[in-house]
Every structure is written in structure tokens, then in C-alpha cells.
């Protein structure tokens, strides 16, 4: 998972920073998240060993937190952080079909070839990709809370992206259209447990990490400072794309085989 100290703007798009030498965002440029997982999918090659517990080696996830630049600018601040965007990124490749895991293999999934010679095709299978990260476990926090008979934190997506289509919005506005979508009719918070996070807080965080992946895959883009009443809104790119609540089993099992990045 992400980190989870979330401010308006912050977590979101340090979540996948950009790869040193894979491009970002910008006239001409690839999209940062397609840089990421070029250059992931590059690094993956015929296929890469994994521990018998499916996890990445312990060399190799140091190599992937520099190749793909999940360390940002947190000098000094240990490898958790840079780690669980390692992770993130492998998760959201599996759903994007770019890699695959059998046992202690990861090697390429079965869009690899197809998507790495295709820029737009694997930007927009990483767009399409995005509500499935529950299927992860890293995926959305708020999928793990079990709000009885509520939506999937996806159907939260979609009231975020009918709220984007009206205009831009803060982050915190975003955060309380998904809480309504998602506890419409449920009286939630009477039910938190004590001295746990609220449900409320957590769902707040899934938007941000949600709105940091589709500012990577240039769909969203922020302007205007951090504590300067910055709004989220959408591109080009994200006006011409829908997003659906209902789920593909097809193409993403509810039960994905990932690889695993240990942390400290």
C-alpha cells in the first residue's frame, strides 16, 4: 500500500513518481505512468526469478525503486514508502495484463508485447485498470472495511469522475462525493470501531491515491498550489474517456497472482 499520511495534493502524486529516464508528462512526452511501465516491463525482459513466496527479490525491488523513481524526493526517509510504490505499479501491470506470476516466475503477461509497442493501447488498458486495483491487495484500503452491503470503492470512481466531468474540484470535494456514493444508505460511522482510522478518512485516502494514478496516466492534472486552493481536473485525454462501475472477471480475476515486494 501507499503511504498513508494523506494532505490535499501530497501522497497522491508522489504515490508513482516518474522514472529518471523513461519520460513524463508534457507536450510530446509519454505519460509518466507509461514511462514506469516501459521501462518495468523492459526490466521484466523473458522473465525474472521471484522467492518461492512470490515476492521480488530483495536486490531487484532496490533496482525497481530506482528504475522507476518510486523514491521521490524522501531522502533519508528508509524504503518503505519507495517500496510500496514498487508494489503498486507491479499490481497495477498484472491488471494491465503487461506481467504475469506462475509460482516463483514473473515474467510477461500476455498484453506485454502488444502494449510496449503501442504507447496509446497501454495508456489506455492503465486507464481501464484503475478501478480494478481492488482486486489487489494493495489495492483500495477501503474495499478491507467491508461496509456492509455498500458499493466497491469503484463505484466510488465513477461518482469521482462524473464530479470531475462538472469541473475541477479540490481534493477534499472529491474525498466527500465518494463518501456519499459509497454510504448513501448506511449509517457507517456509527459502526467504527474504536481506535481504528475512520472509514470516513480512509475512503479520503483512496480518492487521493486514486486521483495520483490518473494524474500519472495524464487523465487528471492539478493546478494551483497545495495550499493555495488547488483543484483537480480533468485533461484532454480524461474528457474523452468513461469510466464503469461494473467489473470485467474476464479480464481481471477477483483473485490476481502478483508479485510481492517485502518492506520493513
Partial sequence: MLETELRPGTVCRCAVPGPREAGRSGAGRLPRAVG????????????????????????????????????????????????????????????????????????????????????????????AAVPRLEDSRCGWQSVRLHLDGAPDFSEGLVALWRRLGAGPSTEEEAARVVWDELTAHHQVEERQPEGLTSWKVVVARDVGRALGLYEAVGAVQFKGGQFEGGRFELTGYGRERELSGARDDAVAPHRLGEAFVHWP
Fill in 36 to 127: 514506469q511501465m516501459l521501462a518495468l516491463t523492459g526490466w521484466v525482459g523473458g522473465g525474472r526469478r521471484l522467492t518461492t513466496t512470490g515476492q521480488l527479490l530483495r536486490g531487484d525491488a532496490r533496482e525497481l525503486v530506482e528504475l522507476l523513481g518510486t523514491g521521490g524526493n524522501q531522502a533519508g526517509a528508509g524504503l518503505a514508502a519507495p517500496l510500496r510504490g514498487v508494489q503498486v505499479l507491479l499490481a497495477w501491470a498484472h491488471l494491465s495484463g503487461l506481467v504475469r506470476t506462475d509460482g516463483s516466475w514473473l515474467g510477461p503477461g500476455p498484453a506485454a508485447a502488444r502494449l510496449r509497442e503501442d504507447p496509446g493501447a497501454l495508456r489506455d488498458a492503465l486507464f
